[in-house]
């Protein structure tokens, strides 16, 4: 498998970003997508998820109401649309299959995303 994530960046906060993932290497449109995110210092930690089909979203509580996650099956792309950013989003964020716990132990790289006050 393979991800490859970008978009990120430096924002204002209350500004927005957005991010892409582009999937390759396995049946993109059979698996659920998540975004997660890991802080310096922290634990990786889920953002949001969207099922195989895309109608159905969750959220991590401190990223509900402020951040969009969709997907494009005929691209195997994911996004994840950013918007009222704050300083506690700054964050190296990755996708991988998964509704929550990370469906393949190979992660991208992953995309800095920085928020300043």
């Known amino acids: 498998v393979q991800f490859v994530e970008s978009g990120g960046g430096l924002a204002q906060s209350g500004g927005s970003l957005r991010l892409s993932c582009a999937a390759s290497k396995f049946t993109f449109s059979s698996y659920a997508m998540s975004w997660y995110r890991q802080a310096p210092g922290k634990e990786r930690e889920w953002v949001a998820s969207i099922n195989s089909a895309g109608n159905s979203r969750n959220y991590a509580v401190s990223v509900k109401d402020r951040f969009t996650i969709s997907r494009d099956n005929s691209l195997n792309m994911v996004y994840l649309q950013m918007d009222r950013l704050k300083p506690e989003d700054t964050s190296v964020y990755f996708c991988?299959?998964?509704?929550?716990?990370?469906?393949?132990?190979?992660w991208g790289l992953g995309t800095q995303v920085t928020v300043s006050s």
């Open positions: 991988n299959a998964g509704l929550r716990a990370a469906t393949f132990a190979s």
